[in-house]
């Protein structure tokens, strides 16, 4: 199992960047040409929600991407630092402000499941992840 780690601030700027580097792996462990603009599309959107929440709840640690390549798989996980809380409880904004951040994190979580056909999506306390996972073609195969 080879993994390929990146860690960013959380600039909206890097999110190209991420982008551009699960593209170039998931080429190499042999996900299908015709799924990379999806894979580019699910990082870009992941990494995007995780560099809100981290600057919406005053977090200073880096995003974090973990690109895996397994044997029949290939998997990306994108990690943020945000707590997220108890429901009924309430952001430090106020109701309408939490109201509008869910709101944003539900549209986003749709556009990525609309993406990718296998996802996980995990949070609590310490933060959460978003796990996306895409067959592969072993190299040197050729599909009929």
Do not use: N, Y
């Amino acid at each position: 199992m080879a993994t390929v780690e990146l860690r960013f601030s959380a600039l909206p700027e890097h999110v190209r960047t991420a982008r551009l580097v699960a593209a170039a792996v998931a080429r190499r462990a042999g996900v299908d040409e015709a799924v990379l603009d999806e894979v580019r599309l699910a990082v870009g959107e992941a990494c995007s929600r995780a560099v809100g929440l981290h600057q919406s709840a005053g977090i200073t640690d880096p995003v974090r991407v973990a690109l895996i390549e397994e044997e029949k798989q290939f998997s990306i996980e994108v990690g943020d630092e945000a707590p997220r809380s108890a429901p009924g409880d309430r952001a430090p904004g106020g109701a309408a402000d939490a109201d509008m951040d869910a709101e944003e994190d539900e549209m986003g979580l749709a556009v990525i499941s609309g993406l990718v056909d296998d996802v996980e999506v995990t949070a609590g306390e310490h933060g959460g992840l978003i796990r996306m996972t895409w067959p592969t073609t072993p190299q040197g195969v050729a599909l009929a």
